[in-house]
């Protein structure tokens, strides 16, 4: 069973679909944890990431300083490698195991993350982690992002466009879906694509 990414600008729908696609895998009985941007020590879980999305203004901090963003860096490496051989390497063999954002997302909008350090030194400590086996990246145009949520400029939201397609296309098991159609088109997309992982 496999180890699933999704991406996407805010706005995507990353939350429902995934929401909806835990209800369909525990209908068939099949095992789905649920985790967010990084993993806590015991496994599943997330630290301020997960406070840095859900702030109303995404943007809105410094970032730190380099010597401070690398030394992050090393400190979510160890996050994610700690909580992969504590539960998360489990769930993604013996069920699915979803994750809402996750270390890439640092690669495209470093300002989110507070990120302040060189891009060569975030892309090659990207490289050393877990690697998932499909990273979905939900598309859609800047105006329907916008209609569902306001949370980042018209700017940001086309840079960061930009950048997904980038990472998704440069990646073996990177795949691009039309956020745009209805959530339930969406889920059955993505439904798919997990199913080929199996």
Not at 121 to 145: F, G, H, N, Q
Request: proline share 5%; hydrophobic share 40%; glycine share 12%.
């Amino acid at each position: 069973m496999p180890f699933i990414v999704l991406l996407g600008c805010d706005g995507s729908g990353k939350s429902t679909v995934i929401t909806q696609l835990v209800r369909q895998l525990e209908a068939e009985e099949i095992p789905v944890a649920v985790g967010h941007w990084r993993p806590a020590f015991s496994g599943l879980g997330g630290g301020d990431g997960s406070a840095a999305l859900a702030a109303a203004d995404p943007h809105g901090q410094d970032p730190r300083s380099s010597f401070g963003s690398v030394a992050k860096l090393g400190w979510i490496g160890l996050n994610w490698w700690i909580g992969w051989w504590r539960g998360l390497r489990g769930a993604a063999a013996t069920g699915v195991l979803l994750f809402d954002r996750y270390y890439g997302d640092l690669l495209v909008d470093p300002l989110r993350y507070r990120y302040g350090g060189p891009a060569w030194i975030a892309a090659w400590w990207s490289r050393l982690l877990p690697r998932p086996d499909r990273v979905l990246y939900l598309d859609a145009r800047e105006d329907v992002l916008l209609e569902r949520k306001r949370e980042v400029s018209r700017e940001a939201l086309t840079r960061s466009r930009i950048r997904y397609r980038e990472l998704v296309e440069g990646l073996p098991g990177g795949r691009i879906v039309d956020a745009s159609r209805s959530v339930n088109e969406v889920v059955q997309t993505v439904r798919c694509l997990i199913d080929e992982c199996e």
